[in-house]
């Protein structure tokens, strides 16, 4: 992902990328050569050595999810920006403290800018879905829908993503996306999940230093509202087969609008207008200069992300909204763990 987050850069107007830093040298000479083997890029080996060496405006923090609290800590103690990738930390508590120290600093830096990696909202048909949302088309938000059938987790250094103590869980590390798009969509306060889960079919041969992966590879995720809505999330990993990898289906009392995101296609109906009446629309955004793994999203986060540093504007992704979109991941958890109900308090207080 660090690799990906160069990539975009390298499209964007006014952005350098100076250096790195990454205590694995096979790491840092494959974002050498994403930069280009000519190109002048200080390399270090520990992100300390980054944040001293005055080479640098911003940061991504593109680490391994255990990785981010002891680094964000780090880089929000000095003036710099900083973007720092889902999911915010791998706890809620440790969640809770980053938010505490972005707030701490920042009467001391008022317009330095920290930004919550959550790109999938930057998603042309997901951004279609907020607008059509936004504009009244489905009346008053009564249900969601996400739905990600895709393939399984992908190789990683050292295969850190393999364990749920380094990665949060797969709720927590996969679906914080998508809690995310769910608390954008109803835009109001969660306040209760169920969840069902398990580990099938994925990553079961696998065995590293004689452990196997325990990472969930399916689960049906629900999450109550205030004010009655409610939301649900349909994952699996082992469905390659899928025309869509992701779907997101929005019903209110007016209407419905689904997001195609894979097909790029927006479909609208409204009740008024009958059984079976729908309208499908491609959709696409002509600004991007990189697509990359994410549909543009990412390079339209880091348009966002710059402006937001040129202008002097706050962020529109905030910790806070990385903190509630883990919570709800920890909770998912919990409630498979323990076969009930978990009601958010439970698991911020925590």
């Known amino acids: 992902m660090g ?3 160069i990539n975009n850069l390298l499209h964007l107007d006014g952005a350098v990328v100076t250096a790195v830093s990454d205590p ?13 083997l000519d190109a002048p890029l200080e390399r270090f080996e520990s992100h300390h050595e980054l944040l001293a060496s ?7 923090i593109a680490s391994p999810n255990h990785t981010h609290h002891e680094v964000l800590l780090d880089v929000l103690a000095t003036p710099l920006h900083v973007m720092v990738e889902k999911p915010l930390c791998t706890t809620v508590r440790h969640c809770r403290e980053a938010v505490a120290s972005a707030e ?18 930057y998603m042309a ?3 279609a879905v907020l607008h059509e949302v936004r504009a009244g088309t489905v009346g008053r938000v009564r ?40 608390n954008l969509i109803v835009d109001r306060p969660p306040v209760r999940v169920m969840a069902s889960g398990a580990h099938d079919v994925n990553h079961l041969d696998e065995r590293y230093d004689d452990e196997t992966p325990d990472i969930l590879d399916n689960a049906f995720v629900i999450v109550d509202y205030d004010g009655g809505a409610r939301a649900m999330l349909d994952l699996c990993m082992f469905a390659e087969a899928s025309r869509n990898e992701q779907e997101i289906s929005v019903v ?10 894979s097909e790029g296609v927006l479909r609208v109906g409204r009740r008024a207008d009958g059984i079976g009446r729908v309208t499908d629309r491609p959709v696409s955004d002509p600004s991007v200069r990189h697509t990359g793994m994410h549909h543009g999203a990412s390079y ?20 806070r909204d990385g903190l509630m979109s883990v919570a709800l991941g920890v909770a998912a958890h919990r409630s498979i763990d323990l076969g009930r109900p978990v009601d958010l308090q439970e698991v911020l207080q925590t």
């Open 3 to 5: 690799v990906e987050h």
């Open 24 to 36: 694995v040298a096979e790491s840092r000479d494959w974002a050498q050569l994403a930069v280009g």
């Open 54 to 60: 005055g080479l640098c405006d911003a940061v991504v």
């Open 104 to 121: 701490a600093y920042a009467e001391r830096w008022p317009n330095r800018v920290v930004w919550m990696g959550l790109e999938y909202r």
């Open 125 to 127: 048909p997901t951004q």
């Open 143 to 182: 249900m969601v829908a996400i739905r990600e059938h895709r393939f399984p987790f992908l190789v990683k250094v050292g295969n850190w993503n393999r364990f749920t103590r380094n990665t949060g869980g797969t709720l927590v590390e996969k679906c914080c996306h998508f809690f995310d798009l769910m």
């Open 252 to 261: 209110g009392d007016r209407g419905k609008v689904e997001a195609f995101v």
């Open 300 to 319: 339209l986060e880091h348009v966002g992300f710059r402006d937001a540093i040129l202008s002097g504007q706050p962020p529109a992704v905030t910790l």
